[in-house]
């Protein structure tokens, strides 16, 4: 076996390398490393493809797949009838050095914004299991009805929608959602006012980008969606956290103190806690906003799943000095992978964030966005809305129900807000949320603890629990095993005479 045979065969037969790789994928891992940590130096030979399969008791077609796929990434050159041999890489001293110093990979260059926007990542995915919250159960999609509408566009061959999305989206569901959002959600609106983005996420950019300089504060509320505050942070914004109680963001005296460019507030269903912001509150919000010269934007992101009585009327529909900016989603009440939004901006921020929104993002998807306005105007969004809503309303009736039952006489409590995708159970404050949310997963159960929506000390413990996901077949199983897992861990911290509930 020759010296690169034996160092391949070496680095494979460790069980460890790369083991979910198919033997081709790994043999090239194992030649891209030792070139990289200069074990094969520029100008050594490779053993033949017949050789080195022999050697390592692969097929020659895997050797000679790994092979091409390091000469077409330049880390070997081949030549006819001579053989394959290292390449000299200008830049392989310093990748070496990066890689000795990180085993193996090639360090990240990020600048610093890149490296606290990386530290987070808070939406690293698990696999989804049950109550897992933001996950939605989309088999209730109309796949059909979506189909046609989508077909009858193409067949009409508009050239049109093929084009970037200009002027801010296309006219007719700017117009649809427009009509939509006076009806059912009181904002006050015209067409003109109403941009389509590609989401929340992309809507708060935009604002943060234009509204807000680096180093200028923004109020969020503690605890909080965290998406919007990565974004914020990516715009090197300072934020200000902001307690949330039973009546929404609550200001202190030391907050009042402070001079926000953006206030970030959720009033219909505060993310996460569920709570609604009352009318006096939201009234001294515009006050406040008006007399700090502050913005604020209103995340309506899902009213849509109000499960008794009406939808609450908007934040924006109560401003009369044109200090909010509304953005909804319909990553929520349709699927997240259609990433389309909307964000209403008062009139004189019209023209600033058409080109801005152009200019930045480039906006396209036209066609959806087409297929989109036909499925509203049509009157399948409100049907749709109507069906998901029972559906989900169901699921979490039945988990209030199954938990209730299951936590008589516990002290860990269900809340009573009527509205979004997951419910929270409130814990005694004495109990690590954290350390149920490790015990629940080990039970194959998905929740997250409240106190990691907090920026400041968390005030409050609890669990947030998803419904929209989980079947209800096993609604009532899981639900029982969360009790379990609750009460365990309600139990083991401390005795139940030392337990006591938080203000709000
Ligand atoms: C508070 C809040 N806003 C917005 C969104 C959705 O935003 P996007 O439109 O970027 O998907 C979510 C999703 O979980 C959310 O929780």
Redesign the pocket.
Known sequence: MSPASDLLASTLADADFHPRLAQQRRLYEAAKSAIHQQQLGAGNKLPSSRDLARDLGFSRNTVIAAFEQLAAEGYVTSAQGSGTYVANLPQLAFISKASVATGGEAEAQLSKRGNDITAFAAGARYEIQPFAP?EADFSGFPFKLWQRLQNRLWRDARTDLLDYGQSGGYLPLRQAITDYLRISRSVKVNVGQVLI????????DLCAQLLADAGDTAWVEDP??W??RRVFQACELALRPVKVDADGMSLSEDDLATDPRLIYV?PSHQ??TGVVMTLARRRELLDVAVRKNAWILE?D??SEFRYTGRPLASLQGLDTDNRVLY??????VLY?GI???YLVVPNALIEPFKIALYDLQRPGQLMVQAALADFISLGHFTAHVRKIRQMFGARREMLRRTLATALTGQRARISSEESGLHLVVELPDHVDDTALEKLAMESGIHVRALSTYYLAPPVRRGLLVGYAYVTPEKITHYGKVLASVIQSGCAEVVPPTCAKWRSQ
Do not use: C, E, N
Not at 197 to 204: M, P
Not at 327 to 332: E, L, V
């Open positions: 933001g983005t590609a989401g929340t996420q992309q809507s708060l909080g969606y998406g919007a959720t993310y996460p995340d992101y899902d953005m909804g989603t319909f990553s929520k997240p990433k389309i939004g």
